[in-house]
Nanobody, 120 residues
Framework: QVQLVESGGGLVQAGGSLRVSCAVS????????MGWFRQAPGREREFVAS????????MYADSVKGRFTISRDTAKNTVYLQMNSLKPEDTAVYYC?????????????WGQGTQVTVSS
């Protein structure tokens, strides 16, 4: 069984930075493509970033490109999302997921989410 536990969310002012983490219990993250998603109130869940099983293929949503960085630490079996130059529209619950897939129905595991709030 795979468990994903996010942490690191909080309240930050616009222009600030925050790093959220996703600790994975179970198989190594080197076995999975991992993804970050977010959902704002009244909106559908949307893709933010992904990193493939080898760590060599990384993708970002256009809305976060150049501001967010996804990374991983295989020794800690943890995936990170470093968020810089935050904007109020980045306010959402952030979820990690595995295995990452564009078809959400094929994603087997989701974390419980961590709230990120960006004040203007």
């Amino acid at each position: 069984q795979v468990q994903l536990v996010e942490s690191g969310g909080g309240l930050v002012q616009a222009g600030g930075s925050l790093r959220v983490s996703c600790a994975v219990s179970g198989p190594s993250i080197s076995s999975y493509d991992m993804g970050w998603f977010r959902q704002a109130p009244g909106r559908e869940r949307e893709f933010v970033a992904s990193i493939n099983w080898s760590g060599l293929n990384i993708m970002y949503a256009d809305s976060v490109k150049g501001r967010f960085t996804i990374s991983r630490d295989t020794a800690k079996n943890t995936v990170y999302l470093q968020m810089n130059s935050l904007k109020p529209e980045d306010t959402a619950v952030y979820y990690c997921a595995a295995p990452y897939n564009r078809d959400y129905d094929l994603i087997r595991f989701w974390g419980q989410g961590t709230q990120v709030t960006v004040s203007s």
